[in-house]
T-cell receptor
Framework: EPEVTQTPSHQVTQMGQEVILRCVPI?????FYWYRQILGQKVEFLVS????????KSEIFDDQFSVERPDGSNFTLKIRSTKLEDSAMYFC??????????????FGPGTRLTVL | GIQVEQSPPDLILQEGANSTLRCNFS?????LQWFHQNPWGQLINLFY???GTKQNGRLSATTVATERYSLLYISSSQTTDSGVYFC????????????FGTGTRLTIIP
């Protein structure tokens, strides 16, 4: 069964460093998302991406964050200068094109980011 | 934005018991999904159920969209059912993002 994959599973970085989190969505999916979950809290939406551009972003997704689809398979989230409060589990999700109904989102296993 | 509330926040049950988890949402939705977050933090898709009833083994779910709630039923609980269960919805009004509830933490005792 096709699945969303994410690398790395764990990332430890120093405050102020840049990190890139990588995702490979399900191959025929056209919509891509990033969510995050701070330890002990609920999952929060960061950004959605369709047709090579951001379709929606949350207040959390400030200038420190960027997303990119550098090739036909990868979808990346970059944090330019990490802060302590960026420590969280980051989930990538994807969904297929579906007219007339909302699309089911499929989640990857997550990348646990720890900022020291 | 849309509000999603889940109840109860915590539930402790003996193995073999049945349980019902509830998700209330504040506005009309065009997507509702139930997830199980396992001890490793992974979000496992359980149901995509914007309306109606679905069953998958010991789990079933019902969404009554007109009354703005969904229920997740777990029968004959096993210790592997332990974890946090999240409901997440997409509002009818324009965007694609899933808004998650705060979850129900289920603990199954052997």
């Amino acid at each position: 069964e096709p699945e969303v994959t994410q690398t790395p599973s764990h990332q430890v970085t120093q405050m102020g460093q840049e990190v890139i989190l990588r995702c490979v969505p399900i191959s025929n999916h056209l919509y891509f998302y990033w969510y995050r979950q701070i330890l002990g809290q609920k999952v929060e939406f960061l950004v959605s991406f369709y047709n090579n551009e951001i379709s929606e972003k949350s207040e959390i997704f400030d200038d420190q964050f960027s997303v990119e689809r550098p090739d036909g398979s990868n979808f990346t989230l970059k944090i330019r200068s990490t802060k302590l409060e960026d420590s969280a589990m980051y989930f990538c999700a994807s969904s297929e094109q579906a007219s007339g109904r909302a699309r089911e989102q499929f989640f990857g296993p997550g990348t646990r980011l720890t900022v020291l | 934005g849309i509000q999603v509330e889940q109840s109860p926040p915590d539930l402790i049950l003996q193995e073999g018991a049945n349980s019902t988890l509830r998700c209330n949402f504040s506005d009309s939705v065009n997507n509702l999904q139930w997830f199980h977050q396992n001890p490793w933090g992974q979000l496992i898709n359980l149901f995509y159920i914007p309306s109606g009833t679905k069953q998958n083994g010991r789990l079933s779910a019902t969404t009554v969209a007109t009354e703005r709630y969904s229920l997740l039923y777990i029968s004959s609980s096993q210790t592997t059912d332990s974890g946090v269960y999240f409901c997440a919805v997409t509002s009818n009004f324009g965007n694609e993002k899933l808004t998650f509830g705060t979850g129900t933490r289920l603990t199954i005792i052997p």
